[in-house]
């Protein structure tokens, strides 16, 4: 006995058939893209008058933005945004001011900062076609297990 109730409509009769959006791929270049972090924007350090840095890993962060594949979709605005969350960064990290890390989080999935953002976006980061492999060469001389094998027995 099959189940309940009135058998579904066919599937080609219906008005709503729930298309999916194709997703866009992104082939990495690692081009580099977008303005650099800007300069004298963090203020001066009141103890020792210096123009205050970007924090290494803020610095890292905004390099990695600039050469992800997703920055090849990026327009000025997006660029605004992200210096924007760049300055919350440079706060979490600086001044360990971990509540700015929620925020951060919610800014930089609006880019496709993990693949659970990507997959939401419909972004797919597709691998570079890899040409022919060319052979490591070995400090003994040795470029595969065939030829490793082939001298040890030979």
């Known amino acids: 006995m099959a189940g ?3 058998a579904p409509k ?3 009769k219906r008005r ?3 298309a999916t959006e194709p997703e866009t791929t992104l082939t990495p270049d690692d081009e580099l893209r977008g303005p650099e972090l800007p300069d004298g924007v963090l203020g001066v350090n009141e103890d020792t008058g210096e123009v205050v840095e970007w924090h290494p890993r803020t610095q890292a962060w905004w390099e990695s933005w600039r ?6 979709t990026f ?12 300055l919350m960064h440079h706060t979490m ?6 509540e700015f890390a929620s925020e951060v989080r919610l800014r930089a999935a609006k880019f496709g900062a ?3 953002d990507r997959a939401r976006l419909k972004l797919k980061v597709d691998q570079p076609s890899a040409g022919p492999q060319k052979a490591v060469q070995r400090p ?3 470029t595969d297990i065939n030829s490793r094998r082939a001298r040890l027995t030979g």
């Open 4 to 6: 309940r109730g009135p």
């Open 10 to 12: 066919d599937p080609s």
């Open 16 to 18: 709503r058939r729930n």
């Open 67 to 72: 050469t992800s594949p997703m920055a090849q």
């Open 75 to 86: 327009v000025d605005t997006d660029w605004d945004f992200l210096i924007d969350t760049a």
């Open 93 to 98: 990290w600086a001044k360990g001011r971990w």
């Open 114 to 116: 993990t693949p659970e």
């Open 140 to 142: 003994d001389g040795v």
